[in-house]
């Protein structure tokens, strides 16, 4: 079962928690991404993640899907995506998946994060007391 | 044709809206559109990268596009 | 900062994650370790662990100390083991660190919760409709 | 002296009881102590493995034994 979402209310993150519950999985591994108050050493203040929504929905369901081909034992899938602004400490997304097994967990759930990081369109914008960034914009 | 392309992130702050319409002819590459607009915009040439999605996947270089097609210009993402 | 529990109440997962939020900590993995409804294809009816508490304790945090010495940049580590008997379902472990990055925080947590499997002085005994086993015991 | 040796688990159920007091010479190693509780109780030959913890550390085999270290049995443990 796969749950995704991208929404600009705060991330519930026990709610999200409890979408990947599986009496059948005995392992549940949890990424949670937050907003630091700092990048690449300069203070941030806030962040703005802005998402074209219908083709970030589209690609998440695609990962979350690639995911479960590549683990089969994989039961649950949830990826919660927050957009608009974000202070320092919000929770940007969290990604949780149920297995029966640890290792497989942990796989899943790494693979997820760092491949929603390559293909789903959403956007972040670090403020700073001086400025502003789009964040991986120029090489 | 008429091609409706949706901006996000830099690519819109460079551009100055968030979307753009530009006639082109029948089948005109993924490729040629971007060249175009980079040429037009010549600030899209210095991010790390700028695909283009079509009906939201990403499209290659040498995919046709066409008029009723949902086209938008991806710059480099960064979810997460 | 380590936080390091062993409890035989139903372990409160929104409040353990909580413990490793951290401003400068973009990245927290969790891993949850549930009780499942079969072992080895054998319907399991309830779990019970049993604990030598004050060497549990003291290897379950040389266990996060390890981690950090390992990934000195782990921010916070958290640690709840439950006792007692378990229901399908029922939280058991529960592993949660903060790290600036999020590869880190995959490897740290998932080498926390593999050691203390290796090294914790807790047993688990499964049962079944017909007996009961305890985990590991024999080869 | 004598040493008071705490039984968990598995062990516990095999010896019938969660402490047990033996008298045995100072300095006893730890090997020594397991082969004469093996040899007493011959099911903990067929664990998967048997450890001896020495004030909530595992002890070495030839570690020497003293009356007042808190002394445990750890068969395989299961935890997570």
């Known amino acids: 079962m796969i749950t995704i979402d991208l929404i600009d209310q705060p991330i519930d993150v026990n709610a999200a928690l409890q979408t990947v519950e599986d009496d059948g999985a005995g392992a549940i591994n949890t990424f949670i991404g937050t907003v630091r108050n700092k990048s690449t050493g300069r203070p941030v203040i806030r962040l703005e993640y802005e998402a074209y929504d219908s083709m970030a929905l589209h690609q998440l369901r695609k990962v979350a899907e690639q995911a479960q081909q590549q683990w089969p034992m994989l039961r649950k899938v949830t990826v919660i995506h927050r957009k608009g602004t974000l202070n320092i400490g919000d929770v940007a997304v969290i990604v949780a998946v149920s297995t029966p097994h640890r290792a497989e967990s942990f796989a899943a759930c790494q693979y997820i994060i760092d491949t929603l990081k390559q293909v789903v369109t959403i956007w972040k914008k670090e403020f700073y007391e001086d400025g502003d960034v789009w964040v991986a914009a120029h090489p | ?80």
Not at chain 2, 28 to 44: D, F, K, T
Not at chain 2, 52 to 77: C, M, Q, T
């Open chain 2, 1 to 80: 044709m008429n091609l409706k392309i949706a901006l996000f992130g830099i690519a819109r702050e460079i551009v100055g809206q968030s979307t753009l319409e530009v006639a082109a002819p029948e089948g005109q590459s993924v490729q040629e559109l971007l060249a175009r607009l980079q040429q037009e915009y010549p600030a899209l040439n210095r991010l790390s990268s700028l695909a283009v999605a079509v009906n939201n996947e990403y499209a290659s270089d040498d995919a046709p596009l066409h008029e009723r097609d949902e086209i938008a210009l991806i710059p480099p993402v960064s979810g997460g």
